[in-house]
């Protein structure tokens, strides 16, 4: 706690008090921190993983489902990236394993 108030705008900081309330059942202080490490680098999948975890264990299936979705949206988008860095920026869509 003491280290967002130095530093509110570290997205990690967030992130972990986010797991620290959740792993104590202050689900609404673990919602708003996760929601904090969001707003402060919305490319990083991790909290919104563990916000959906949360929303889940709260019976919340609606947002847990939303989150998860674009935890997947942001998955795949992360894969097709590293792909096509790999292919020296090819066009070919990644292999899905769901066939």
């Not at 674009?70 to 066939?99: C, H, W, Y």
């Amino acid at each position: 706690e003491q280290a967002a108030k130095i530093d509110p705008a570290f997205e990690l900081t967030h992130l972990d008090l986010g797991i620290v309330y959740a792993n104590a059942h202050r689900d609404d202080d673990a919602i708003r921190e996760f929601q904090k490490a969001i707003a402060l680098d919305p490319k990083d999948s991790n909290p919104h993983w563990r916000l959906a975890k949360l929303y889940q264990s709260m019976g919340r299936r609606e947002e847990a489902r939303a989150e998860f979705a674009l935890v997947n949206t942001m998955k795949r988008e992360a894969d097709q990236s590293l792909f096509n860095r790999i292919s020296g920026g090819r066009k070919t869509p990644v292999p899905s394993s769901r066939q």
